[in-house]
Nanobody
C-alpha cells in the first residue's frame, strides 16, 4: 500500500497554469502505474493522465492532450501534473492514484485525498 498526498491546487484564471504534486510514501512510485483523475460536481470521476510503472508509457484523455503533462521524480517519490492553458471546464477535484496500468477507476487501489482546481473565465 502507498500513501498519497496531493498539493498544488488553487484558483487560476483561464489560460493560466498550475502544477499539481503527489507525494508518495510507503512504496516507491516506480512500483506502480500512477494516474491523475478528476471529478467535477455531479459528474463521474474520470482519468486525466497516467504513466505506467516503467515510465515509458503515458496516456492523456483527449480534452487535455497538448496542455497537461504527467511526470515523476523518483528521487523525491513524487508524481506531477503540469497543467497549462487551463480552461473553466478543467475545474474539478483532482486525485492522484496508484495501481495497475489502465484508464478505469477500478485499476487503482490507492488514492489521495484530492486537491481542488478552480479555473475562472
Amino acid at each position: 500500500q502507498v500513501q498519497l498526498v496531493e498539493s498544488g491546487g488553487g484558483l487560476v484564471q483561464a489560460g493560466g497554469s498550475l502544477r499539481l504534486s503527489c507525494a508518495a510514501s510507503g512504496r516507491t512510485v516506480s512500483s506502480y502505474a500512477m494516474a491523475w483523475f478528476r471529478q467535477a460536481p455531479g459528474k463521474e470521476r474520470e482519468i486525466v493522465a497516467s504513466m505506467n510503472s516503467s515510465g515509458r508509457l503515458t496516456y492523456y484523455t483527449a480534452s487535455v492532450k497538448g496542455r497537461f503533462t504527467i511526470s515523476r521524480d523518483s528521487t523525491k517519490n513524487t508524481v506531477y501534473l503540469q497543467m497549462n492553458s487551463l480552461k473553466p471546464e478543467d475545474t474539478a477535484t483532482y486525485y492522484c492514484a496508484a495501481g495497475l496500468w489502465g484508464t478505469s477507476v477500478g485499476r487503482y487501489a490507492d488514492w489521495g485525498q484530492g486537491t481542488q482546481v478552480t479555473v475562472s473565465s
